[in-house]
């Protein structure tokens, strides 16, 4: 299976390299983006996240490798409080074909079940939120405020504005950009 293949690939690293080097920070991106991609986002987070802070360890705070991956960080928050059918990671398997969605049968609810929770809202929202900001920041200073990047930075951040504080709140960030 391919997932066996990338974990071994970054045990391999790990041991060859040790804990806090580039080529581990990669192979801990490719592990993240498979999962990701194969809707598994939970698992994909703390990879993402390991590899995010040896990319800040390496390359420091303010540098755009840093920014990729606190972006690539926030795309796993936001697929973790998405519905599965609206994920952003695509439902492909090797080859480019789609693959069909699996639909369970309902399940009578008895009475002693647990009550679904209500939708995810925020749940990892404020996270995504806050790891744009810090990208954001450290975009406005090293390419200053009218830079591309700083105005895909705006509109990530009300884009995740609007699904926890609504359309004005966005407004106003998006008046920015």
Known sequence: ??????????NANVAYFGGEYLRVARSYINLAQLMSRIDWPGQ????????????????GPDHPATIAALDDLTKILIDLDLPHEARASSPTV????RRRPRHRQSRPRHADARPRRGPPIARHLEQARDLIREALSISETSYGPVHPDVA???????VVTSRIDGHAAAAQILRKA
Do not use: C, D, K, Y
């Not at 299976?1 to 970054?10: D, F, G, H, K, P």
């Not at 994909?44 to 390359?59: D, K, M, S, W, Y």
């Not at 090797?94 to 074909?97: I, M």
């Open 94 to 97: 090797a080859g480019g074909r």
């Open 1 to 10: 299976m391919l997932t066996s293949t990338v974990v071994a690939a970054l």
């Open 152 to 158: 895909i930075g705006l509109n990530n951040l009300a």
């Open 44 to 59: 994909a987070r703390p990879h993402q996240a390991r590899a995010a802070a040896i990319v800040e360890g390496i390359f």
